[in-house]
Every structure is written in structure tokens, then in C-alpha cells.
């Protein structure tokens, strides 16, 4: 499996018939020239058998090894993630059964044998409001396709991971890229070090799953596993799909210095009112002050703060008709965690923002391009997140040890060796060699 990575091979079939032709390889696995390979069936049944503890325990183990040489400080993490294609194909997709709809039952010998439709993960009923935003993008496209330039157009296929799933691999999701098509892809979620570009972690996520809700997940065994050498993370940089208000708060709790740009849609400024920070109130252009009144949370679980002037101030207001026309006072919905927004707003526009971008860009994306294109993780030749994330933590793997064999040391290069004096037939060979020469010059 380790040579699967190394040789950038993906399939098993196409893996054992490498090694039978290569002799380098055969000399690494132990086997001899006339030795007969397993099959192709053993390494995938036994890449199933093994834990995904052993494999955690060997990116561990080599992660130590790069730690001991010096190629990793742990001072500042650049997170990133990436789309890997599945091992699953949008043809096979089927409908997810509505949440009412009872599991199959198959009568067996007057026995009573229970048949789930598929994994419960994957055909657990989505929320309505969900479902409600499905339909409504459906209705969308529906209505955009009934003009007169699209009635030739055939009905297309709407897939979504609310609606479908995959019953040859149920943890495979949908996922668009702007660009690209539809494809049932896994998340590779990966932590590097900016030293050296050393992967400090490395999971496997749902691909319909957002990079914002990740992190919590990526940072707590990330911070475990560099505090096991003592190396403490000071910071941490990652694009705007990392931007969270809930992300700020984890790391800035932690000690840790977010180097986030905010996300495009937050507003610093509300334009025509002031806040005061002290009070925690918002003052309207008439002068009229709305006070915090309680938090609320959207069906996704997002906390925002409410703002709302009296009733009174906005009935007697003269800029009511223009301001408010329907509403009986003025509301202000705010993000609870506005003040770590505005704190990585500061750092974003600041030098040291700037640098740190570049800094993002010039270390994880070489790693994740070196991954996809010469280490095999352009697809998942398994099924389940499970054998997934052993497929992506042997990719790592493979990277680590070869950037542990590139490293040498610049102490062995200025190392002297005393050499013994040569022996004493040494210096007869020396002397014949000299008469030699002397009775036959050139």
C-alpha cells in the first residue's frame, strides 16, 4: 500500500503487476524473482482488515522522525482542502426514501429478516427547510428551462445530496466546483507546516460538508499532536472558506492568532449608525438608540445578536415612512461574534496579512498539487470515509518520508575524518609501482 503511494499508482490490479516488473521494488518487499506476488483481492481485504489506528500510529511515527530532524517548528499551520474523486459514479444515483417510508422486510423461512434500503447515514431524512431550499432552486431551474429557447432542451437529472445518494459507496456526496461538473467526491482536509512544508495532519471529510465547520475538527488533534513535542501552534492561516465567527473564537481562545480573511459579505459598518462598544447599543440618524435585546440562532444554528429601538421612538420618528414603512420599530440583526470580525478584518488588511496570504499560497497548494498529481490521491480506489481517510493518511505518509530523505544535515557536510595510515603492504605496493615506472616511462 505504501508503495501504491510512492509509485503514484491507484489501482491494486495495476499495483501488484508494477512491483512483479520492478526488482528494486520486489527487494523492498522481500519477495524473490521467482516468488509469486499476492493478489490484488488481499491487499484491498486487508487494507479493510487494519484499523485505521495503525495507520495513524505510522503517519505518527514518521511525523516524529521529521520532527527529530528538524523540519518541523509547529509556530504557524497552513490549513486547506481539496476535493478527491470517489470511487462511485453519478449514473448509479437513487432517491433517498421519504422519513415515513419503513424499512424493506423479507419473510425467510417463516424468520423475519430486516434489509436496510442503505447506510442510515446516507438516507437519514435532510431537514425541511433543506428541502425547501431544494425545491425552491428546482422550481428556479425548472422555470429557466421553459422559455422558447428551451423547450427542445431535454429534462435534465437534478441531483442533490438532500434528495440522492449512492448506493455503491453511501458516504460519497455531490459536490460543484465552479467550472467542473457534478462528481461524488470525498473532502481531504490538510494541515502543513511552513517550514519545511512537513503535512501535520490530514482527514477525510464528507464532500458536501463546508471547510468552515471543519476546523474545530482539523485544530484539536492537529494541537494534540505538536504539543506530544512540545511545539506549541501560534497561528494558524487558511482561505475564506474558513471564515467563521465561531473559528475565530476557538483559536483566539487557544492562544492561537487566526490569520483568516473575512468572509465578503460582512459589513464592519451599518450605514447611518454608530455603535458604542461600552453600551453595546447602536444610535439610528435621529438619535434614537437601540439596546441588545436577546440572541438568536437561524434554523442552521448560526448566533447572531438582535438590536431594537422602542416602539414609540419609531411611531413619532419623521423618517419612519422612508426607514421602516411596514415594521413597528426599527431591528438591527448583528453576528455574535462581531467583535472577532472586526479583530481579523484588522489583521486581514494589515502587512502581515498580506504576507501571510502569500505565505498560504507558496505552501499548502504545492502540496496539495504534488499529492493529486505524483502520489496517487487524484481518486479513491476504496469505499467508505473509513478506508478513505486510510488511503489519504498513507498519501501523507509517502510525502513525509520523502521529504525526510531529501533532508541532510549541513553539519555532515563540514564532518572530518581522521583516516588510519595505510598498511604496511600498502607502501611495498607503493614502491614497486615507483621501480615500475622508472624501467618503463611512458
Not at 432517491?95 to 424468520?111: F, G, I, N
Not at 521529504?403 to 595505510?422: F, M
Request: proline letters at 7%; charged letters at 25%.
Amino acid at each position: 500500500m505504501l508503495v501504491s503511494r510512492l509509485e503514484n499508482l491507484v489501482s491494486d490490479r495495476r499495483l501488484l503487476e508494477h512491483c512483479s516488473l520492478r526488482l528494486d521494488i520486489l527487494y523492498f518487499l522481500g519477495y524473490e524473482v521467482d516468488e509469486d506476488l499476492p493478489w490484488h483481492s488481499t491487499v484491498s481485504r486487508t487494507r479493510q482488515l487494519f484499523p485505521a489506528a495503525v495507520f495513524e500510529h505510522l503517519f505518527d511515527h514518521v511525523f516524529a522522525q521529521c520532527v527529530a530532524a528538524g523540519l518541523v517548528t509547529g509556530h504557524t499551520q497552513a490549513v486547506d482542502s481539496a476535493f478527491v474523486k470517489a470511487n462511485a459514479s453519478l449514473e448509479s444515483l437513487c432517491e433517498k426514501p421519504p422519513a415515513d417510508v419503513p424499512t424493506p422486510v423479507l419473510q425467510v423461512a417463516s424468520e423475519v429478516v430486516e434489509r436496510p434500503v442503505a447506510s442510515p447515514v446516507a438516507v437519514r431524512a435532510s431537514p425541511e427547510h433543506h428541502l425547501r431550499r431544494v425545491a425552491a432552486a428546482h422550481a428556479r431551474y425548472g422555470r429557466n428551462n421553459s422559455g422558447p429557447l428551451g423547450r427542445d432542451r431535454p429534462q435534465a437529472r437534478l441531483l442533490s445530496n438532500k434528495t440522492h445518494y449512492s448506493p455503491a459507496d453511501p458516504d460519497a456526496r455531490i459536490s460543484v466546483k465552479p467550472g467542473k461538473a457534478r462528481a461524488l467526491n470525498y473532502l481531504c482536509s490538510l494541515a502543513v507546516d511552513e517550514e519545511h512544508g512537513v503535512i501535520s495532519h490530514v482527514q477525510a471529510d464528507f464532500a458536501d460538508r463546508r471547510d468552515s465547520t471543519l476546523l474545530p475538527s482539523i485544530v484539536e488533534p492537529l494541537c494534540q499532536r505538536l504539543l506530544a513535542h512540545e511545539l506549541p501552534v501560534a497561528a494558524v492561516v487558511a482561505d475564506t472558506n474558513y471564515s467563521n465567527g465561531l473559528n475565530y473564537a476557538l483559536l483566539e481562545a487557544r492562544g492561537i492568532t487566526p490569520w483568516i480573511p473575512v468572509f465578503g459579505q460582512y459589513k464592519p459598518e451599518i450605514e447611518g449608525f454608530t455603535y458604542d462598544k461600552e453600551t453595546d447599543c447602536f444610535t439610528c440618524p435621529a438619535g434614537k438608540q437601540l439596546p441588545f435585546k436577546r440572541f438568536d440562532s437561524d434554523p442552521d444554528g448560526r448566533l447572531s445578536k438582535r438590536y431594537s429601538a422602542a416602539t414609540g421612538d419609531c411611531r413619532r420618528c419623521p423618517r419612519k415612512p422612508t426607514c421602516i414603512p411596514k415594521s413597528k420599530s426599527r431591528k438591527i440583526t448583528r453576528t455574535a461574534y462581531d467583535a472577532h470580525y472586526r479583530r481579523a478584518l484588522a489583521r486581514q488588511q494589515s502587512r502581515p496579512g498580506r504576507r501571510m496570504r502569500r505565505l498560504r499560497q507558496r505552501t499548502v497548494e504545492p502540496v496539495f498539487g504534488s499529492l493529486l498529481q505524483h502520489y496517487g490521491m487524484r481518486r479513491v480506489n476504496t469505499r467508505g470515509r473509513s478506508s478513505a481517510h486510510k488511503t489519504m493518511l498513507l498519501t501523507a505518509v509517502a510525502f513525509n518520508l520523502k521529504k525526510l530523505l531529501k533532508h541532510q544535515s549541513t553539519k555532515t557536510l563540514r564532518l572530518t575524518i581522521a583516516l588510519p595510515k595505510p598498511p604496511l603492504e600498502g607502501q611495498f605496493l607503493s614502491f614497486w609501482r615507483k621501480l615500475y615506472r622508472r624501467q618503463y616511462p611512458r
